[in-house]
Nanobody
Framework: QVHLVESGGGLVQTGGSLRLSCLHS????????TGWFRQAPGKDREYVGS??????STHIADSVKGRFTIERDNAAVYLQMTSLKPEDTAVYYC????????????WGQGTQVTVSS
């Protein structure tokens, strides 16, 4: 089981930027994948993007493409968010799985991002 800790959320004005961090501990999979998700009040959880460590590849959801990017530095995965909009307000979660697994095995506790208009 991978332990994930997110940080970096907060309050930002429209058009601002934030960088969220997801620190992983005890990653034993040979081909890990980290994903970012968000959930706004009253809405379903939404996939934001993911990175596959072994390929150093990323995928970003169309809804945030061009504004959000994902980077990794060893056991830390970052979600860089720019040109933030009020509709980006949500609790952001990181999750991890082996590329061989279809389901996300481990989740962080979430970090709140609030974008004021």
């Amino acid at each position: 089981q991978v332990h994930l800790v997110e940080s970096g959320g907060g309050l930002v004005q429209t058009g601002g930027s934030l960088r969220l961090s997801c620190l992983h501990s005890e990653v034993t999979w040979s081909d890990p994948v980290t994903g970012w998700f968000r959930q706004a009040p009253g809405k379903d959880r939404e996939y934001v993007g993911s990175t596959r460590w072994i390929e150093d590849s990323t995928h970003i959801a169309d809804s945030v493409k061009g504004r959000f990017t994902i980077e990794r530095d060893n056991a830390a995965v970052y979600l860089q968010m720019t040109s933030l909009k009020p509709e980006d307000t949500a609790v952001y979660y990181c999750a991890a799985r082996s590329a061989a697994h279809g389901s996300w095995d481990d989740w962080g506790q979430g970090t709140q991002v609030t974008v004021s208009s």
